[in-house]
């Protein structure tokens, strides 16, 4: 087991309120698993992603909960530990790589900055023609044509696929164990999104890398996991292999997000999900599917449901199943 | 132009003059959206989608080609010199769900405002109109006092969704209508608009980049690529065979949910480079920088259009 989270519970504060948003996720990540998350907007998935890395915001708080990363709990490392996790080994591709990258520097500064430190973490000192060659290697390893030019470039002289391309050879220079993906071709084409996920899925297997990739479009984690999460509204709705989760949901939300995904091969979608995702400041009390479930029952109000076990490789956060 | 078209348009051009050069975001296009039908336009971002669907609009005039609407509007002239009834019966409905409704205003306003301008009902009885059309989009009546921010994506979608029906419109532009929604969010919604389509004998150009969407809900589909079109077909035939290269691309990059999607995506193309600018467009035909069976005439020459059976037209030297 690489990663291990249990009951981990994230809020934001402000002045006025506290938003409850992380509400007991538990999740594991063996070593070469390739895990996916989905969930709609606003579940929490990016959330997530920053308590493993300790890099939330300010106003971001962690009450309660337990992150085991390689057998250590993340929560209580100090400062220095945590450093050479994250510069070392595990990286993060960012949801958003406009904001990700900085504007006003060029590639080859914010690249040269990563390499660099994690050299020195290392306990050598690299000199300028070291980081060249190491920049140059690292955007090769992202098929990006032309590095020299792409080197002296700011982040806006250059197309979205190639921004993303930059932002996983960014990543994948602190990834040596874990590789994290948030959302890692939001915004791109399709055709684009496609070169990345299997730029992406080739240099997973070629540097063995346990991945753990979110997001909200189920057709790309189907084809690129082992292990599905179902993430809603800060809770951790079903959990299965990638083959069974889709094939054979158990989850009520599970089942109707699925249903609602356009396919190539018949027409008619189904009817999606009414209303929208709680507000955080008085999350529902027992499930927190509740408000939006077309099976709703008494218990389902007040009691949390707890984790259950369909059958070997499936578990389901769901009253139906009690 | 035959009784069954409501919109005709030919030979549509639409420059751009910047910094680097001129932009030919549309470049002599032409098509014909039948009564009652919803036609996709498909392609990948700066291909010129919605440029073409801002000139049908009249945000701007066209730099050359014609449009015809109903037999009878010429739709060169701008959105402000148009007759009223002519901006009445042609709406849009945008991408981005946030800044598309004033956030200031509730709901209910939102709605009413076309209501008024356009004189669809008497005064009195505006709210209840409002009701009607909240109704027709599946939101209860609940949702007049509310904000847009206190409303999920799907929802303010629909809201506009229920503004762009408030004027009684026969034609309907969906500029990436549900793009940036999720997928539990855009099957309300798409179930809404066909909804709606039906009842109301609606017609729909359909912008988008998602495949899977036009398969869903539309009768036939264009492919524009660098601000041409390059294949046109009906729905069930255009997934059946998908003729052009680029078409073959885009249908193989799409990441399927299961065996049966899988079995419709073309075999033996895979998606390389990216649209190059649209100040330098490729010679010839456009897309021969990446495709995979470029000869020497692809490169020299524009291919003409090629009618291959009933109305599956491709733009492609393979074919000629
Ligand atoms: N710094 C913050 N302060 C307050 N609230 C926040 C902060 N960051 C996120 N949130 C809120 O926490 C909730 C979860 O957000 P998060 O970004 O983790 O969701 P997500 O699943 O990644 O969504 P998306 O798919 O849109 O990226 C949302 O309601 C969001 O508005
Ligand atoms: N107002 C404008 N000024 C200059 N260039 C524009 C303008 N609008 C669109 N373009 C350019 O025209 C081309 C087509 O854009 P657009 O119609 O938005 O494509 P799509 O909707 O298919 O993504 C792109 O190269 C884009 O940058
Ligand atoms: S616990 Fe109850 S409300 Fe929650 S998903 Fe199951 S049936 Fe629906
Ligand atoms: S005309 Fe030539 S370059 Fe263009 S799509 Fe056909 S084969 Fe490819
Ligand atoms: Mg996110
Ligand atoms: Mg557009």
Redesign the pocket.
């Known amino acids: 087991m690489l990663l291990e989270i249990n009951d981990l519970h994230v809020y ?1 504060k ?1 002045y006025w309120y506290i ?1 409850k ?1 992380l509400n007991g996720v538990w999740l594991r990540v063996d070593k070469g698993e390739r895990v996916g998350i989905i ?12 308590s493993i890395l300790k890099i ?5 708080i962690i009450p309660r909960g337990e992150i085991r990363y390689d057998g250590k709990n993340i929560l209580k490392l100090g400062d220095n530990e945590l450093t050479k996790i994250r510069r070392k080994e595990i990286g993060i591709i960012f ?1 958003d790589p406009m904001a990700a990258l900085n504007p006003v520097f060029t590639i080859r500064e914010q690249l040269y900055d990563i390499i660099k430190h994690k050299m020195m973490i290392e306990g050598h000192n690299p000199s300028s023609r070291e980081l060249h060659e190491q920049a140059v290697k690292i955007l090769n390893d992202v098929r990006l044509p032309d590095p020299e030019r792409v080197l002296e470039s700011y982040p806006f002289q250059l197309s979205g696929g190639m921004r993303q391309r930059v932002m996983i050879a960014m990543a994948l220079i602190s990834a040596e164990k874990l590789l994290l993906a ?2 890692p071709t939001t915004n791109l084409d399709v055709t684009i999104q496609d070169q990345i996920l299997k730029l992406i899925h080739k240099l997973v297997i070629e540097k063995n890398l346990s991945t753990i990739l ?1 997001s ?1 479009a189920l057709g790309m984690v189907y084809q690129m996991t082992d292990r599905v999460f179902v ?1 809603y509204a ?1 809770d951790i709705m079903e959990e299965a292999g990638t083959n069974e989760l889709f094939n054979h949901p158990k989850h009520p939300y599970t089942q109707l997000l699925i249903s609602s995904t356009p396919r190539l091969s018949s027409v008619g979608v189904g009817e999606g999900i009414k209303g929208k ?1 709680p507000d ?1 400041r008085n999350p529902p009390p027992g499930c927190r599917f509740a408000p939006r479930c077309p099976y709703v029952m008494d218990k389902c109000i007040n009691m949390k449901p707890g984790k259950i076990q369909v059958n070997k490789d499936h578990v389901v956060s769901c009253h139906l199943y009690d | 132009m035959n009784n069954d078209t409501i919109l005709s348009v030919s030979d549509l051009r639409k420059y751009f003059t910047t910094a680097e050069g001129v932009v030919r975001a549309v470049d002599g296009v032409s098509f014909n959206v039948k009564h009652g039908e919803t036609l996709a336009l498909v392609g990948e971002s700066g291909s010129g989608k919605t440029t073409t669907g801002h000139v049908i609009m009249g945000f701007y005039p066209p730099d050359g080609g014609k449009i015809i609407y109903k037999g009878a509007y010429e739709l060169s002239i701008p959105m402000k010199k148009r007759p009223l009834e002519l901006k009445r019966d042609i709406q849009i409905v945008f991408q981005d769900p946030g800044t598309s409704l004033n956030p200031k205003r509730l709901v209910k306003d939102i709605i009413s405002l076309p209501l008024l301008v356009h004189r669809i009902v008497d005064k009195s009885r505006v709210y209840e109109k409002v009701a009607e059309l909240l109704e027709y989009v599946g939101l209860s009546e609940e949702y007049m006092f509310r904000y847009p921010h206190e409303l999920g994506g799907g929802e303010k979608q629909l809201v506009a969704i229920a503004r762009a029906l408030a004027p009684n419109p026969s034609f309907i532009i969906l500029d990436e209508s549900t793009s940036a929604l ?1 997928v539990s969010s855009q099957a309300r919604v798409l179930n809404t608009l066909v909804k709606i389509q039906n009842e109301l004998k609606l017609t729909y150009l359909l912008i988008t980049h998602d495949l899977g969407v036009v398969r869903n809900i539309s009768q036939r589909v264009m492919i524009m690529y660098l601000g041409k079109i390059y294949e046109e077909a009906p729905t069930e035939d255009f997934f059946k065979s998908p003729m052009h290269p680029y078409t073959q691309m885009l249908l193989s990059s799409i990441p399927t949910l299961s065996e049966e999607d899988e079995k419709i995506k073309p075999r033996g193309i895979e998606s390389v480079g990216e649209i190059p600018s649209a100040v330098k467009p490729p010679s010839g035909c456009r897309f021969h920088t990446r495709c995979p069976f470029t000869k020497q005439i692809c490169m020299e020459k524009d291919p003409p259009d090629i009618v291959v059976n009933n109305n599956h037209i491709v733009r492609c030297w393979l074919y000629a």
Do not use: A, M, R, W
């Not at chain 1, 969930?39 to 920053?50: A, F, I, M, N, R």
């Open positions: 934001y402000s938003l948003v969930g709609e907007s606003g579940s929490g998935k990016t959330t997530l992603l920053k939330l915001p300010q106003n971001g949801q948030d959302e979110v909200h993430l800060g995702i955080y | 999720d």
